[in-house]
């Protein structure tokens, strides 16, 4: 068995989807269960061992607990930080001697480690891929099988604060300057629009103290959703052909609004990341952010806008609605000798997956789970992800192995160059197909 390999880089990344402060810290309040012995694999025909990470644990251990009270079968989740976790299954797989027989990994992972895992085919029946959000039955398929179950998923969506946007005063001065109605914008021109209105001195010094919106330097999934905005089918490259479009139309359309934005948002955007702009919005200092779903559950009880945020859908390009799914995928290794058991209780998982729903991140992965519990208190903003993951625009990261090395060497530096003053866009995209041709010939 030959494993593809990835960059470096990776050992020195974050993760995408929530590398958030907030998050690790929830992440090692859970960590007690320690991170196991290694024989996990070789325990007895009641007992299954599957890696998490800190997402991982508090999504799976509602289900672990039916399933042992179900079955009798003993699930322990041993949870390893997520470049720790990545680095165990890379060296396992390759040795063909594992001590997990389930691994959590995330999306991006996935190319990297087909090679090593068994494919689930027959687990995606078509009742099971009609309940999947659509981003997520692709991204799932590697070389033209299935080699992870989604478990949770997540997406960004817009953020806005309510206080300012029902205020009879600001909806009126708005109406006059713009001729519409100020309420959530749903679009690229609308959104430009509000942040514009909302960037302001509000306590008159002479300095801008309330911005319309942020703009994120330092991540380029924020990017990557307004690529996919303009109706780009493509994002970055096309694995199946191996062409790089990362210089055509449509991604220098994002890009371009994406600066665009530039004096409605705080400086230091070249370093801006999602820590940073959670802060900044629960700080009271934007008015609107695009964020991850969960961070609605998991505003602090100290932030300034507490009870002051609304959720809606992602707003639209001229492609229409799209976020970047952020998902979490259940593989079974090829070298685990539980390999039926292993798959029974990826199938209990995905038929359980609303036992997730309560968890400190609330996310899913079956449409049927989030519309199980859409309006209950606390979780108003299941409307706006059920709304953004449906869209057909939702699209999943290309499928390569050398995605990571492409995001740490060339689409966050080219972000960073973007958000600066005077720079280049279409000179940017150009030297970025460039590099990214090197890394994938």
Same mark, same amino acid.
């Given at each position: 068995?030959?494993?593809?390999?990835?960059?470096?880089?990776?050992?020195?990344?974050?993760?995408?989807?929530?590398?958030?402060?907030?998050?690790?810290?929830?992440?090692?309040?859970?960590?007690?269960?320690?991170?196991?012995?290694?024989?996990?694999?070789?325990?007895?025909?009641?007992?299954?061992?599957?890696?998490?990470?800190?997402?991982?644990?508090?999504?799976?251990?509602?289900?672990?607990?039916?399933?042992?009270?179900?079955?009798?079968?003993?699930?322990?989740?041993?949870?390893?930080?997520?470049?720790?976790?990545?680095?165990?299954?890379?060296?396992?797989?390759?040795?063909?001697?594992?001590?997990?027989?389930?691994?959590?990994?995330?999306?991006?992972?996935?190319?990297?480690?087909?090679?090593?895992?068994?494919?689930?085919?027959?687990?995606?029946?078509?009742?099971?891929?009609?309940?999947?959000?659509?981003?997520?039955?692709?991204?799932?398929?590697?070389?033209?099988?299935?080699?992870?179950?989604?478990?949770?998923?997540?997406? %960004?969506? $817009?953020? +806005?604060? !309510?206080? &300012?946007?029902?205020?009879?005063?600001?909806? /009126? #001065?708005?109406?006059?300057?713009? =001729?519409?109605?100020?309420?959530?914008?749903?679009?690229?021109?609308?959104?430009?629009?509000?942040?514009?209105?909302?960037?302001?001195?509000?306590?008159?010094?002479?300095?801008?103290?309330?911005?319309?919106?942020?703009?994120?330097?330092?991540?380029?999934?924020?990017?990557?959703?307004?690529?996919?905005?303009?109706?780009?089918?493509?994002?970055?490259?096309?694995?199946?052909?191996?062409?790089?479009?990362?210089?055509?139309?449509?991604?220098? %359309?994002? $890009?371009? +609004?994406? !600066?665009? &934005?530039?004096?409605?948002?705080?400086?230091? /955007? #070249?370093?801006?990341?999602?820590? =940073?702009?959670?802060?900044?919005?629960?700080?009271?200092?934007?008015?609107?952010?695009?964020?991850?779903?969960?961070?609605?559950?998991?505003?602090?009880?100290?932030?300034?806008?507490?009870?002051?945020?609304?959720?809606?859908?992602?707003?639209?390009?001229?492609?229409?609605?799209?976020?970047?799914?952020?998902?979490?995928?259940?593989?079974?290794?090829?070298?685990?000798?539980?390999?039926?058991?292993?798959?029974?209780?990826?199938?209990?998982?995905?038929?359980?997956?609303?036992?997730?729903?309560?968890?400190?991140?609330?996310?899913?992965?079956?449409?049927?789970?989030?519309?199980?519990?859409?309006?209950?208190?606390?979780?108003e903003h299941y409307a706006a992800l059920l709304e953004t993951l449906n869209a057909p625009q939702t699209l999943a990261r290309p499928a390569t192995p050398e995605w990571q090395e492409i995001v740490d060497t060339v689409l966050t530096p080219l972000l960073q160059k973007a958000v600066e003053p005077g720079a280049d866009n279409a000179a940017l995209l150009s030297e970025a197909k460039a590099q990214i041709e090197a890394i994938v010939e």
């Amino acid at each position: 068995m030959k494993l593809r390999t990835r960059t470096t880089a990776l050992a020195r990344r974050t993760r995408l989807t929530l590398s958030l402060a907030a998050l690790s810290a929830a992440a090692l309040v859970l960590s007690g269960c320690g991170v196991g012995d290694g024989d996990g694999a070789a325990a007895g025909d009641d007992e299954l061992t599957v890696l998490v990470e800190g997402g991982g644990l508090a999504e799976l251990q509602p289900v672990a607990d039916a399933y042992k009270a179900e079955t009798g079968t003993t699930v322990t989740l041993l949870e390893l930080p997520y470049d720790g976790l990545y680095d165990r299954i890379s060296s396992e797989l390759a040795s063909g001697q594992v001590s997990f027989d389930i691994a959590a990994l995330d999306a991006i992972w996935l190319s990297a480690f087909a090679d090593g895992v068994t494919p689930l085919d027959d687990l995606f029946t078509d009742d099971v891929k009609s309940d999947l959000f659509p981003g997520l039955v692709s991204e799932a398929q590697v070389d033209g099988s299935f080699v992870g179950m989604p478990v949770w998923t997540n997406s %960004e969506i $817009l953020f +806005y604060r !309510t206080d &300012l946007f029902e205020d009879p005063a600001e909806q /009126a #001065a708005f109406k006059a300057k713009y =001729g519409y109605d100020l309420a959530p914008p749903t679009d690229w021109e609308q959104y430009r629009d509000v942040a514009e209105f909302f960037t302001r001195d509000t306590d008159g010094d002479g300095q801008v103290d309330l911005y319309g919106t942020d703009v994120k330097g330092a991540v380029e999934t924020e990017w990557l959703a307004t690529v996919s905005q303009a109706g780009e089918e493509h994002m970055v490259l096309d694995p199946e052909s191996g062409e790089v479009t990362i210089d055509d139309a449509e991604h220098l %359309e994002a $890009l371009d +609004y994406y !600066t665009s &934005l530039l004096p409605f948002a705080p400086s230091g /955007a #070249a370093q801006l990341d999602w820590a =940073g702009a959670q802060n900044l919005f629960y700080q009271g200092q934007l008015a609107m952010m695009r964020f991850w779903g969960h961070a609605y559950r998991g505003t602090p009880d100290d932030a300034v806008v507490k009870d002051s945020i609304g959720a809606a859908p992602m707003i639209a390009g001229p492609g229409g609605i799209a976020g970047v799914p952020g998902a979490w995928y259940l593989s079974v290794p090829t070298a685990t000798k539980k390999q039926q058991e292993a798959k029974d209780f990826i199938a209990y998982a995905y038929e359980h997956n609303d036992l997730s729903m309560d968890s400190w991140l609330g996310l899913a992965a079956r449409i049927s789970a989030f519309e199980s519990k859409q309006g209950e208190e606390g979780k108003e903003h299941y409307a706006a992800l059920l709304e953004t993951l449906n869209a057909p625009q939702t699209l999943a990261r290309p499928a390569t192995p050398e995605w990571q090395e492409i995001v740490d060497t060339v689409l966050t530096p080219l972000l960073q160059k973007a958000v600066e003053p005077g720079a280049d866009n279409a000179a940017l995209l150009s030297e970025a197909k460039a590099q990214i041709e090197a890394i994938v010939e």
